[in-house]
Nanobody, 122 residues
C-alpha cells in the first residue's frame, strides 16, 4: 500500500501562484508515476499533470505553460507549481500514483490522496 499526503492548498487571487506538494510513503517502490488530478463542481476528475520516475511529464492543455510538475531526487515527493491562476482552476486537487507511465502519461492510478482545495478569487 501507498499513502499520499498533499499539502499547500488555499486561496489565491487571480494571477497569483500556489505550490502543491505530495509526499508518498509505504511501498513506494511500486510507484513509477505520480501526478495530480482535479475535480470542480461536477463528478468528473481531470488529469492536470503527471511525471514519470524518469522525469518525463505531461500536462492538460488547460494548464500548459502555467503549471509545472516536478519530483524530488528520492522520487517520493512531487510538487505542482501553479502560476497565473484563473478562476477555472478552482478545484479540489488530488495527488495520484501508479505503476505505469505509458504513451507519455500516467495511465493507471492505483492510489489517491485525500485532496486539497485550491480557490482562485477575483
Amino acid at each position: 500500500q501507498v499513502q499520499l499526503a498533499e499539502s499547500g492548498g488555499g486561496s489565491v487571487q487571480i494571477g497569483g501562484s500556489l505550490t502543491l506538494s505530495c509526499a508518498a510513503s509505504g511501498n513506494i517502490f511500486s510507484i513509477n508515476a505520480m501526478g495530480w488530478y482535479r475535480q470542480t463542481s461536477g463528478p468528473q476528475r481531470e488529469l492536470v499533470a503527471g511525471i514519470s520516475s524518469g522525469g518525463s511529464t505531461n500536462y492538460a492543455d488547460s494548464v500548459k505553460g502555467r503549471f509545472t510538475i516536478s519530483r524530488d531526487n528520492a522520487g517520493n515527493t512531487v510538487h505542482l507549481q501553479m502560476n497565473d491562476l484563473k478562476p477555472e482552476d478552482t478545484a479540489v486537487y488530488y495527488c495520484v500514483a501508479g505503476p505505469y507511465w505509458r504513451f507519455g502519461a500516467l495511465t493507471d492510478v492505483n492510489y489517491w490522496g485525500k485532496g486539497v482545495l485550491v480557490t482562485v478569487e477575483s
